[in-house]
């Protein structure tokens, strides 16, 4: 919405902050989102493999604790994106 209006949405303005700890997680987070496929009438969820494919050709190395944040926060994204 940002992109298209120049304005972030109201609900992003009262976000609370993002913990700096866990910064590097949104940012892959977001590398990954952008590179996502889309379906007929969907965006797809990232894959194990797209996730695999991602750390072979970024050189990040996540924990196994932060693959399964991406998970979690690829599933919600997709849940807010599936209500509009």
Avoid: C, Y
């Amino acid at each position: 919405m940002e992109r298209a209006t120049g304005k972030p949405p109201p609900e992003l303005l009262e976000a609370p902050p993002l913990p700096e700890a866990l910064a590097h997680v949104w940012g892959w987070f977001a590398e990954l989102s952008n590179a996502r496929g889309a379906g007929a009438f969907t965006l797809n969820p990232i894959s194990f493999s797209d996730m695999e494919s991602w750390v072979r050709l970024s050189g990040h190395r996540p924990t196994s604790s932060e693959v399964q944040l991406l998970r979690r926060l690829d599933e919600a994204f997709l849940v807010e994106v599936s209500k509009k």
